[in-house]
Structure formats: structure tokens, C-alpha cells
């Protein structure tokens, strides 16, 4: 079921009966008892990678937000600086494809002059600093967030990057070697649109590929990145030269307006040190090759068609197993979400979540938050010490939802109608320049790292906060006309989820207040690690394709989450039904906890195509869709209450959980 019934209109998705297939044995199979005729109707769109009830409306919104943009026109109409013009002449810039057209490489024509001209040493930071800023990202990633250490103060991080392919393991893996020739056919069709001449660009492909190859051995894996403690790593500004002497970072972070700081955190300091050879051991010749590939690549769906056409052959037929292009109405909409969501957000929550929405997600969250306090106060495995910290950081937990309660200013940005590619420039200018100076500054606990149509929630753990975009609080999700078995099991795992990131096997290690801090006894660390570990096993036994497995260290974190925030949802429905009695009766001859437990099967009812799965495996920290909905909810307790099992079955075994 999709969110456009074919003529435009929008109307909502939700949980249904209808996606069940009966004929299904819960116990052997709840996810196609649960889904099983919506995964059978419901194949991958020739347009997408995946089909799912986060895409079902994720493509909602984007209606939703398409109707506001078109609204707008070219902004033309409205006060320079207003909401409506900012997004307005960006939308309208960028689905204007006869100019696009005209221009064909125009727009990034300086960009690729100043890399002709570009020379070693100095003036090769400098580039990179100014295209760092511009949103460019060339040989590493950078941006600030608040202080692990230290989380009141804004500090500037230093991760690795410069790979164009998904991780590293698409590099060094014998099971990527056919793609990657493709990769580098592709690479050499794009240098040549670019003008390059035919003799140069295998030539140029080979010298980008062997370049992002050793970085890809210098990088550490998607699994390793999750280490919180070891991805923190703080290094004196006054001592970076010393350490990566090619890299000049003092001069990057002058050049980049940074303002005076002691200190810097790198993230992956081996990486760095690589880099830093290479570039004194690379020539100015290939380095130049390199950075114009990341300027190709940055700015290719922006493009003409003849090279978007070709981005899409390979970055997403070839790699994810996408058959056509999305409508470009729908690619060009995120794009104004991803660099003026908070100006097209007001406009979208004032529209479309009304405030009775965010009185009863409150509701919600009041009654989660009560179960956890509980279970935390009474968890057996835990000694006082550690029980009392706990509850000291539980206690300090803030929950925001729906919207910033101020939203960002974009006035000052220039937007023009006709200039697509000098908008994302100046968009990406704003951003990064809002990044860098606020160094040093207080965090603004206010500030969202969602836009307000976003189908997603998080947990931050250096603000100690849980963070629920309007986006999400709408059907399959949410459902103001649905009985509070469905909204537990839906939205009320959700918030239960990211309560539980808190505690994971990552965001334990942050205090109550948000300080990367080791506060746990090591006799409680034992018995957290003891109960994780079960986790990890139990998700690294599952095969969702023939001979590759669940990363289960990879995704131990979502997967903890997933188990505790499904236990605490389903208690805090019980404690509902007792103080609402009213409520404990069938509904469509399901009990409450019959469509507590369907409800949230089908909130991660997906299809994938192999290539999409086989991408995730290697760097997403979610398990597949099939393994979240029913790996938590068949190990829970009370599964084989709601679905008993049939004689000779003996059901299912309890005991897998952390929280």
C-alpha cells in the first residue's frame, strides 16, 4: 500500500490486519504471519532499493513536502531571507532541468580549475580546507558535536573519509572485485563526459581507486567505529604537526575561520597517519585526480542528465540493485530537507502535526519512562553503586518532540532560482561555517541533529536526550485512531528503543552528564557484557543470505535497544490496560497483546534486493528487517501467552535480554 494512490493524493499508512497472512504458523513464522501479504504484494519499486513501512512514508512526507514547495514557486513572491522563498528558490532551482541542461559542467568549471592549478604542500591544505567548508569532502570528514570529555563545550572532530564506495571492505574484499572493475569503468566514462581526453581517463580511474584503496586499509571497520572510547582521541592543536607533518591541519583549521582552540579530536589517528604519507609520497599529479574525482562524484545528481544518468548506473543499479531513477520531484524535495530542513520543517509541523499528537506521544513517553525507572530500580544483576549512577543519569534524561523550539535562521544565505549548484555551495557554506565557530562555545541543548519531517528518532548521549521529529509520529508509527495495543507496539517500542540507547553496550559509558566516563563496577560490567554477548550470538546465528551472517558486534547496540525497548513497551501497556481497564478487550477478534505483538512485526515489514542487503550487512548497525521483528518479540515472555504454541511445540526459549 502506498502512500500516492496514483492521482496525487495523500493519505496514510497504518497497521492493518490485511498485511497478515493467516495460513502462517506464529510460532514458526511470525514475520510472514504478521506481514506475510504485504511482503508478497508489496515487491521492491523498480525506483527503490528497499520497500518498507519507513519508505511507505518517508514517501508521504515527501508529498507532503512537495505540496508546500510547489506552493512556494521560485520563492520570487515572498520576503527575501522568508522561509518560503529560501526553500522555494532552491526547489525551484533544482528541478529546473532545461537550465541544468544548458549549463552542463558550468557550474563546478572553477571548482575544476582551481584542482589544474593546485600545487603540494600549503596550497593543497588550503584547497582542501575551502572545499571542506563548501561541503566537498575530499580525504577526511569533519564537523563538531559536543565534547565527549567535556559534553558542555562544542569540540571539532576529525574523522576518516575519502571513500566513495559504501566501507572498506568494498575495497580489500575478494567478494567486491567485479565491482569494483565496474566501479572504475565508471569512473573512466565520468572523466571523459568531464572532457578529459580518452587516453587519460583509465589512467586517472586506476590512480582514484588505488588512492581510496589505501585509505580503505587505513580505515577502520564499520564495527570499530562504534567504539566510542576508541574513536576519541585528543590531540593538541600545537602538536599536530609533529604527528602529521604533510597534513598541515593548523594551517586547515585556520583556513576554515576555526576559532582559537587548545585541541582537536581525531578520531582515527592511524588513518591520519596514512594519509599523511600519502600525501608526501603521492604526486600533485595523481592527488589532482583524486580531488577532482570527489568534486565529480559530490556534484553528479545535480548535474546534466547524461551524468546523473551515469551516477545512477552505477551508485545505484550496480551497487544497490535499483532498477530506475527516483522521480526527480522526490530526489530534489530531500535535498531541500538536507540543506534547509529546519525552514521547510516549521512549515510542515505547523501544517501537519497538530498539537493533540505531541500531547498523547507525551503521554506515551511518561509511561515508558516510568517502566524503565522501575526496572533500573529493581534489576537484579546490578550492585547499588552502579544502580544509583543509573538512576542519577536516568533521572537528567530530557525528551524532545516533534520541533526545535527554535527553529534555525537561514536568512543570510543567497538563493538563487537559477543556480542550483552555487545554492548547494552557499548552503553548505552556512552550515559548515555554523559548525566550526561554535568551538569552544556551549552547547545549545535545544538544537535537533533531525529535521522535523524526518522519519527517524534518536538518542544523543553527550546531551543525555531523546529526540522524536514530528516525521515519525504519524501511521504505521503512530496512530491517533488506533487502540493503545497497536501505539505500544508500534511508537511505544520506538521511544523504549531509544531509552535503551542510554544503556547499550555504548551509550552506557556515558554519565549523567554526557561525559565518556567508566562508571559501571567491573562486577557489573561483567554481567552486562555476559548478557550482551547472548545477544550477539543469538543475532550472529542468522543468515539472511545463503553463507553471509549478522554482523552481531556490528549491530549489538540497535539490537539491545530492539529487545529492550519492545520489553518496556509491552509492560508499559500492561500498567495502561490496569489504570484503563476499558481497553482489555478483542478488537478484530485479536486480544491487546495479539496487536501489540503484530503491530510491531509490521512496523519493519521490508523487502531488499541482494545487492541492498549484501551493502547493509557490511556497514549498517541494524539487523534486517526480518530479524527485528520477530527475534525480540519471539524471545520475549510474553509471545507464547498471545500466540500459544501447538501441541508438541514447546515454544519458545526466555531469557535473552539485557534490560
Known amino acids: 500500500m502506498n502512500a500516492d494512490s496514483g492521482n496525487g493524493e495523500v493519505r496514510p499508512i497504518g497497521f492493518s ?154 575495497y580489500l574484499s575478494d567478494d567486491f572485485s567485479e565491482l569494483r572493475s565496474e566501479y572504475i569503468s565508471h569512473m573512466e566514462k565520468m572523466f571523459r563526459l568531464a572532457g578529459v581526453p580518452d587516453g587519460e581517463c583509465r589512467g586517472m580511474a586506476e590512480t582514484v581507486l588505488r588512492i581510496e584503496t589505501e585509505l580503505a586499509r587505513a580505515s577502520r571497520s564499520s564495527t570499530e567505529l562504534r567504539d566510542e572510547e576508541k574513536n576519541y582521541n585528543r590531540m593538541e592543536v600545537s602538536s599536530l604537526d609533529t604527528h602529521f607533518p604533510s597534513l598541515l591541519l593548523p594551517l586547515f583549521l585556520l583556513d576554515s575561520h576555526m576559532p582559537k582552540t587548545d585541541y582537536i579530536v581525531v578520531g582515527q ?31 553528479a545528481p545535480y548535474l546534466h542528465s547524461e551524468v546523473d544518468r551515469e551516477h545512477f548506473d552505477f551508485f545505484h543499479r550496480k551497487l544497490l540493485g535499483q532498477e530506475k531513477p527516483e522521480a526527480r520531484w522526490k530526489r530534489m524535495t530531500q535535498l531541500v530537507d538536507s540543506l534547509l530542513g529546519e525552514a521547510l520543517g516549521a512549515v510542515y509541523v505547523d501544517r501537519h502535526f497538530p498539537p493533540e499528537a505531541k500531547k498523547r506521544a507525551l503521554m506515551m513517553i511518561d509511561d515508558i519512562r516510568e517502566v524503565f525507572m522501575e526496572r533500573l530500580a529493581g534489576i537484579t544483576w546490578m550492585t547499588e553503586p552502579t544502580r544509583r549512577r543509573a538512576l542519577e543519569k536516568f533521572s537528567r534524561f530530557k525528551v524532545k518532540v516533534g520541533y526545535p523550539e527554535k527553529f534555525r535562521d537561514y536568512s543570510s544565505i543567497r538563493i538563487d532560482p537559477s543556480d542550483l549548484v552555487g545554492n548547494i555551495l552557499r548552503c553548505s557554506r552556512f552550515e559548515s561555517q555554523r559548525h566550526v565557530l561554535r568551538v569552544g562555545s556551549p552547547v545549545d541543548r535545544e538544537e535537533w541533529l533531525m529535521t522535523p519531517p524526518t522519519v527517524n528518532a534518536y538518542f544523543h548521549p ?66 552486562f557484557q555476559s548478557r550482551a554477548r547472548a545477544v550477539v550470538e543469538l543475532y550472529s546465528a542468522q543468515e539472511p543470505l545463503p553463507g553471509l551472517h549478522v554482523n552481531g558486534e556490528l549491530t549489538l547496540g540497535e539490537n539491545i535497544a530492539d529487545f529492550g525497548g519492545l520489553s518496556i513497551a509491552y509492560e508499559a501497556l500492561q500498567k495502561r490496560l490496569a489504570r484503563e481497564p476499558a481497553g482489555i478487550r478483542e478488537v478484530d477478534g485479536m486480544t491487546p497483546w495479539q496487536r501489540f505483538f503484530i503491530s510491531y512485526c509490521q512496523m519493519w515489514r521490508s523487502n531488499s534486493t541482494e545487492q541492498e542487503i549484501r551493502r547493509l550487512l557490511t556497514i549498517d548497525s541494524h539487523a534486517p528487517s526480518r530479524f527485528r521483528a520477530t527475534l525480540p518479540a519471539v524471545n520475549h515472555p510474553g509471545f507464547d501467552a498471545a500466540f500459544p504454541p501447538g501441541d508438541g511445540n514447546p515454544g519458545h526459549a526466555q531469557g535473552i535480554a539485557v534490560w
Open 17 to 170: 490486519l490485511a498485511y497478515m497472512d493467516r495460513s502462517a504458523d506464529p510460532q514458526s513464522d511470525f514475520y510472514r504471519y504478521a506481514a506475510g501479504s504485504w511482503l508478497k504484494t508489496n515487491p521492491v519499486p523498480p525506483e527503490k532499493s528497499r520497500w518498507g513501512a519507513f519508505n511507505e512514508l518517508h514517501d508521504r512526507n515527501l508529498l507532503l513536502m512537495k505540496a508546500i514547495l510547489d506552493e512556494a514557486g521560485d520563492g520570487s513572491s515572498y520576503q527575501p531571507g522568508s522561509r518560503m522563498q529560501l526553500i522555494g528558490g532552491l526547489y525551484s532551482s533544482a528541478m529546473d532541468t532545461a537550465r541544468i541542461e544548458e549549463l552542463k559542467f558550468d557550474p563546478i568549471a572553477p571548482l575544476l580549475d582551481r584542482i589544474k592549478e593546485v600545487q603540494a604542500g600549503k596550497d593543497l591544505i588550503r584547497l582542501v580546507a575551502d572545499f571542506d567548508s563548501s561541503g566537498i569532502d575530499t580525504f577526511f570528514n569533519s564537523y563538531s558535536d559536543s565534547d565527549k570529555l567535556n559534553s558542555g563545550i562544542y569540540s571539532y572532530y576529525l574523522d576518516q573519509g575519502g571513500l566513495s564506495l559504501p566501507e572498506k571492505e568494498y
Open 269 to 299: 589517528p592511524e588513518f591520519f597517519e596514512r594519509l599523511d604519507q600519502l600525501l608526501s609520497s603521492e604526486s600533485i599529479t595523481d592527488i589532482r585526480s583524486f580531488l577532482r574525482w570527489r568534486v565529480l562524484h559530490s556534484f
Open 462 to 527: 553527550m546531551e543525555n536526550t531523546i529526540n522524536f521529529p514530528a516525521g515519525i509520529l504519524q501511521p504505521p508509527y503512530f496512530d491517533m485512531d488506533m487502540d493503545d495495543a497497536v501505539n505500544y507496539g508500534a511508537i511505544g517500542m520506538i521511544i523504549g528503543h531509544e531509552i535503551t540507547h542510554g544503556y547499550d553496550d555504548q551509550g552506557r559509558k556515558f554519565d549523567a552528564d554526557g561525559n565518556l566516563h567508566d562508571w559501571w563496577t567491573r562486577e557489573d560490567e561483567a554481567g
